[in-house]
C-alpha cells in the first residue's frame, strides 16, 4: 500500500512544484487546468447525488479567470465575471422555473465552492507574493494532512466529524495544524533568501490556513458522502481525483493571502 502511494506522490510534487516554479504562465495554466479537471469531477459525483450541473459553463468560466489574470486585469473585472455567470444561471432559473430553480441553486454552489476558490487561487498564483502565498498554502496543507493522518492514526480517540468522515479525529487535527505551524517555521527559512517573511508570521499563516484547510477537507468529504462515491476521480492511484489532492489546498491558499494581507505583505 504504502509504495503504491509513494510513486503517485512523488509524481505530484514534482509536477506542482515543476509547474509553480517555473513560470507565471505555467502557474495559471496549472491551476486553470485542475480548475477544468476539477469541474468534470465534480459534475460525476454530483451526477450521481441527483443534482444537474452545468460544468461546461463553469469550465469556461474558471479558464476566463485564468486570462484575466494573465492579463493583468482589475480585480474588479473578475467580480464582474463572477456575477455575470451566476446571473446566467439565475436567469435559466427565472426562465424554466418549474427545473431551472434546482439548476440554479446547484449550480451557483458548485460557483462558490470550488470554483471560486479555484478564482482566488488564480489570483494568488499571479500576484507579486505567489511564491509567499503558495509556499505557506500547499506545503503547510500537505503537514497537516500527513501528520493530522499519522498523528490520528496513533493517538485519536475523540471522533471529529463522524457523519462526515469516520476516520478523522481531534487528535489528529489538532497534531495536523501544529506540524503546519512547525512547517511555517522550516518554510520561513526556505523563502529568506528569496521572499523574506517574518519566522512567526509564516508559522501563524501556515497554523490558520491549515485549519481552514481541515474544513476544505471535510466539505469534500461531505459532498462524496452524500453521492455515495469514495473518491472524486480515478487518474491517480491510490490518491483519488484532483478534488481530493485539492480540497484542502482551495481552502489554505484564501487563508494564506488574507493573512499576509493583513500584515502588510500582500
Given at each position: 500500500?504504502?509504495?503504491?502511494?509513494?510513486?503517485?506522490?512523488?509524481?505530484?510534487?514534482?509536477?506542482?512544484?515543476?509547474?509553480?516554479?517555473?513560470?507565471?504562465?505555467?502557474?495559471?495554466?496549472?491551476?486553470?487546468?485542475?480548475?477544468?479537471?476539477?469541474?468534470?469531477?465534480?459534475?460525476?459525483?454530483?451526477?450521481?447525488?441527483?443534482?444537474?450541473?452545468?460544468?461546461?459553463?463553469?469550465?469556461?468560466y474558471g479558464v476566463v479567470q485564468g486570462i484575466l489574470v494573465w492579463?493583468?486585469?482589475?480585480?474588479?473585472?473578475?467580480?464582474?465575471?463572477?456575477?455575470?455567470?451566476?446571473?446566467?444561471?439565475?436567469?435559466?432559473?427565472?426562465?424554466?422555473?418549474?427545473?431551472?430553480?434546482?439548476?440554479?441553486?446547484?449550480?451557483?454552489?458548485?460557483?462558490?465552492?470550488?470554483?471560486?476558490?479555484?478564482?482566488?487561487?488564480?489570483?494568488?498564483?499571479?500576484?507579486?507574493?505567489?511564491?509567499?502565498?503558495?509556499?505557506?498554502?500547499?506545503?503547510?496543507?500537505?503537514?497537516?494532512?500527513?501528520?493530522?493522518?499519522?498523528?490520528?492514526?496513533?493517538?485519536?480517540?475523540?471522533?471529529?466529524?463522524?457523519?462526515?468522515?469516520?476516520?478523522?479525529?481531534?487528535?489528529?487535527?489538532?497534531?495536523?495544524?501544529?506540524?503546519?505551524?512547525?512547517?511555517?517555521?522550516?518554510?520561513?527559512?526556505?523563502?529568506?533568501?528569496?521572499?523574506?517573511?517574518?519566522?512567526?508570521?509564516?508559522?501563524?499563516?501556515?497554523?490558520?490556513?491549515?485549519?481552514?484547510?481541515?474544513?476544505?477537507?471535510?466539505?469534500?468529504?461531505?459532498?462524496?458522502?452524500?453521492?455515495?462515491?469514495?473518491?472524486?476521480?480515478?487518474?491517480?492511484?491510490?490518491?483519488?481525483?484532483?478534488?481530493?489532492?485539492?480540497?484542502?489546498?482551495?481552502?489554505?491558499?484564501?487563508?494564506?493571502?488574507?493573512?499576509?494581507?493583513?500584515?502588510?505583505?500582500?
Amino acid at each position: 500500500m504504502i509504495k503504491k502511494r509513494l510513486l503517485p506522490a512523488a509524481m505530484i510534487v514534482i509536477v506542482t512544484w515543476g509547474c509553480i516554479l517555473l513560470s507565471r504562465p505555467t502557474r495559471l495554466l496549472f491551476f486553470m487546468a485542475l480548475a477544468v479537471m476539477s469541474a468534470f469531477e465534480m459534475q460525476n459525483v454530483l451526477t450521481r447525488a441527483g443534482k444537474y450541473v452545468s460544468m461546461p459553463l463553469l469550465a469556461v468560466y474558471g479558464v476566463v479567470q485564468g486570462i484575466l489574470v494573465w492579463c493583468h486585469a482589475p480585480v474588479a473585472w473578475m467580480v464582474a465575471l463572477f456575477a455575470f455567470v451566476a446571473f446566467l444561471v439565475m436567469f435559466w432559473g427565472i426562465l424554466k422555473p418549474d427545473k431551472g430553480a434546482n439548476f440554479a441553486a446547484d449550480n451557483l454552489f458548485v460557483l462558490v465552492w470550488p470554483f471560486g476558490f479555484y478564482a482566488i487561487a488564480l489570483y494568488a498564483a499571479g500576484s507579486d507574493v505567489w511564491l509567499d502565498v503558495l509556499c505557506i498554502a500547499i506545503l503547510g496543507a500537505w503537514a497537516c494532512d500527513s501528520m493530522a493522518l499519522i498523528g490520528g492514526s496513533a493517538l485519536g480517540k475523540h471522533k471529529l466529524a463522524p457523519r462526515v468522515s469516520p476516520n478523522k479525529t481531534w487528535e489528529g487535527s489538532i497534531i495536523g495544524a501544529v506540524s503546519a505551524a512547525v512547517a511555517g517555521v522550516l518554510i520561513s527559512l526556505v523563502l529568506k533568501p528569496f521572499a523574506p517573511v517574518p519566522m512567526g508570521l509564516c508559522a501563524a499563516t501556515a497554523f490558520i490556513a491549515s485549519c481552514f484547510g481541515q474544513v476544505g477537507d471535510l466539505a469534500a468529504s461531505m459532498i462524496k458522502r452524500m453521492a455515495g462515491v469514495k473518491d472524486y476521480g480515478h487518474l491517480m492511484p491510490e490518491h483519488g481525483g484532483i478534488m481530493d489532492k485539492m480540497d484542502s489546498i482551495l481552502f489554505a491558499i484564501p487563508a494564506a493571502y488574507l493573512c499576509l494581507y493583513i500584515a502588510g505583505i500582500a
